[in-house]
């Protein structure tokens, strides 16, 4: 909610400049689509690591976290 009225104040100081805003934001997140989803596969791949190096612990009876 903040960032739309945020915008619509710079709509009402600065109107082109809004409305390039308005038409550049999608393209924005397109172009950064790729990197958030190799971030997520990397976020999987650490997740993973951790738990196979936390299953000896966890089979042995350690604190599960």
Not at 12 to 35: K, M
């Amino acid at each position: 909610m903040l960032s739309f009225l945020l915008w619509l104040a710079l709509l009402f100081f600065c109107w082109p400049l809004a409305l390039l805003a308005l038409v550049l934001y999608p393209i924005l997140w397109l172009i950064t689509l790729p990197f958030r989803l190799i971030g997520i596969g990397v976020e999987g791949v650490f997740e993973l690591l951790r738990a196979v190096v936390m299953l000896p612990a966890r089979i042995l009876g350690g604190n599960p976290r």
